[in-house]
């Protein structure tokens, strides 16, 4: 069990805007910053957000990435085919110098 | 540009210990701008960190697998090394090597699947 929360699937048409949530404790949530990685079958994740809301460059800004209180989201909007792929959210904890990761959400394009 | 590939054994027997190297490229292992970290994904389900090794030579590691894992560096080499001990079925998964540059785990290796059977 993931101390992190996602959905573990969600779905989509092309154009459509889909969102990720994750949703973790406030002792984890609170003051540390959310990052989000995609990873296509088969292959290793990659940076997707860093520090809520930030995209490394070549990333897209149909990509964006939010946080309020425990919880943030992952928003991909003009949802494309290529999009389809797994979703994770990690956080940082720099009091315990750990990492934790969510489950990961599988995004399907219908 | 940092490059970075895992290497070892794609199979452990049970109660042995696991051990995974990864070779750095494009940049130094001992630079101050890097950390450096492992993370497994069992099959079918989500990412584990299991620990991360800093310049100063600070280790941290998931409270869950700490007794085991042992993260250590080659300068000569430029590489890191995993060790897990006392393996499981349960530790079966495709096992990551990443840095940290500017940003939480933004190079990652392509992975090295390892089963623990008899």
């Known amino acids: 069990q993931s101390v992190l929360t996602q959905p573990s699937s969600v779905s989509g048409t092309p154009g459509q805007r889909v969102t990720i949530s994750c949703f973790g404790s406030?002792?984890?949530?609170?003051?540390?910053?959310v990052y989000w990685y995609r990873q296509y079958p088969g292959t290793a994740p990659k940076l997707l957000i860093y520090?809520?809301?930030q995209r490394p460059s070549g990333v897209p800004d149909r990509f964006s990435g939010s946080k309020s209180g425990t919880s943030a989201s992952l928003a991909i909007s003009g949802l494309r085919s290529e999009d389809e792929a797994d979703y994770h959210c990690?956080?940082?904890?720099?009091?315990?110098?750990?990492?934790?990761f969510g489950g990961g959400t599988k995004v399907t394009v219908l | 540009q940092l490059h970075l590939q895992e290497s070892g054994p794609g199979l452990v027997k049970p109660s042995e210990t696991l051990s995974l190297s990864c070779s750095v490229s494009?940049?130094?292992?001992?630079?101050?701008?890097?950390?450096w970290g492992w993370i497994r994904q069992p099959p079918g389900k989500g990412l584990e960190w299991i620990g991360n090794?800093?310049?100063?030579?600070?280790?941290y590691y998931n409270p869950s697998l700490k007794s085991r894992v042992t993260i250590s560096v080659d300068t000569a080499k430029n590489q890191f090394s995993l060790k897990l001990d006392s393996v499981t079925a349960a530790d079966t998964a495709i096992y990551y090597c990443?840095?940290?540059?500017?940003?939480?785990?933004?190079?990652w290796g392509q992975g090295a699947l390892v089963t623990v059977s008899s």
């Open positions: 494009g940049g130094s292992i001992d630079s101050i701008f890097y950390y």
């Open positions: 406030s002792s984890i949530m609170s003051n540390n910053f």
């Open positions: 090794r800093y310049y100063s030579g600070n280790t």
């Open positions: 520090k809520n809301n």
């Open positions: 990690a956080v940082r904890d720099d009091s315990l110098s750990g990492v934790v």
């Open positions: 990443a840095s940290t540059g500017s940003w939480l785990f933004d190079v």
